[in-house]
């Protein structure tokens, strides 16, 4: 069944986070900025996300924020559990945004958990918040063509939308698309836990929502949804083999047909070395130097490095977990810093890691810096100010830092998997490489290839002509989600499409 080509649609976008309101990683840049686009491209756009409210009350940039009047009630499990719809205008566009507030589930100051580790009630907070999607799309009459999933959070989604909401009616023509993000988070919860999810017994099995012996949320969204995406082609790839695919790969071969990679865009706006609020100097791409020196000098001074503009300064802006390769960097660094380099992070997660960085920190004094928190206005500044972004990733899905750096003139260095592979062009030595190089790629997990790749870009350092042109090919990279939001609307069509053909099947 044909949609037209150039219609306007109708979306719903669910996400855990998004920002400005929350953000603990890249699903709250790409859930923002897609509604961005999304919606400068003409769609009707409306973004649903959690209230937590400690979280972005004071905090930059967040809209005001208004009572809608909605309540709802869901029984989760026979208890009876109440939210309110509270309303916002995303910046810049006309989108809206509803955000679901429930106290118990939501008054908290970090989305998923603290200190301690991960929350107990997450299954059932993100069960109640899965639900209160479409009940809001229902008791509002939104009456959405798509409902855009995104995570293990908003999983359940799909599934609710092909049974109970197929039975109340008001969303014969909506279209569920599932977007995986990362494959190594899947809400997997006991098996006690399926009542919370408000659908039949029965769909627990291996078919729907189970998956090896647990409830599985991610597993779920994948099964019932009409269209699966994830964050970039060559990830898209690697999910389908037993090595990539955390357990579901078997489910994504068979809904192979189904599933597109769609590369990450960034906010070129929020990301804007020119224009950039939080840095010391703006620079652009014809005239980089002068700007970008007088970032990295301030940097240098801000973090207690010895202002050295010669050292070339290595960095890492990321969660501290197992998937952004730290044990290489470990591995090197006595080596690295032999080399008289400097590097900063700027980071937090496992402790083992948070400890291991911190012990560097102190043995090196004034050539390694270690920020343990969460800060965007420094994340900004190191972008800004050092010369090489250390991405070795043992899986990246997407990585938006390795696009943040080369808009911001900071040459990365990463493994060639995931979405690192699909947005950073390797630089080999030769004349031929240099028209295209953005970056340092190597492809074993190893110290070894990653030793091999620090030395490569230690030796382009030394030649500016070289380094020169390295970080004019990165900033002129067009990352911006134009092209990527186009790739969505082509799904949702898509999606849309097998909804009504589905219909019209029906009817015969
Ligand atoms: P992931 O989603 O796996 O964490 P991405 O590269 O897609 O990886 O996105 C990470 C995002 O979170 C980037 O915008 C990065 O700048 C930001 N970020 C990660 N850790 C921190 C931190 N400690 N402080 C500020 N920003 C951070
Ligand atoms: C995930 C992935 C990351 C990706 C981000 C946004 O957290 O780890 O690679 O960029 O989601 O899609």
Redesign the pocket.
Known sequence: MSIQQNSRLRIVLASSEAVPFS????????AGALTGALSHAGHEVTLIIPDYTPLRQGKAGVPEVHDTGLQFTIDMNGRPMTGSVHWALYPQTDARVLLVKQPVYFDRGQPYGDVAGAYGDNSERFCFFSRAVPEICRRMVLRPDILHCNDWQTGLIPALLNTHYAKLGGFERTASVMTI??MAYQGAFGKSDMPLTGMHPGFYNPSHMEAWGHLNLLKTGLAFADQLTTVSPTYASEICTQEGGCGLDGLLRWRKSALTGIL?GIDTHVWNPATDPVLQAGFSVDNWQDGKARCKAHLQQRLGLADNPAAPLFAM???LVD??GLDLIAAIAGSLLARQVQLVF???GDRYYEHLLQETAQRYPGQVSV?I????S??HQI?AGADLFLMPSRF???????M?SQRYGTVPIVRQVGGLADSVIHYDGTADSLKTATGFVFANYSAAGLSAAVDQALTAWQDSTVWNRLVQNGMRCDWSWDRSAGKYVEVYRRALGQVLQRRAENRL
């Open positions: 953000k603990t990683g890249g699903l709250a840049d790409v993000h990362n990450n802006v990321s969660r998937q952004k700027l980071g937090t920020t928190g969460f800060d965007e420094l994340a972008e990246e899905p997407c990585g938006l830092n390795q943040y």
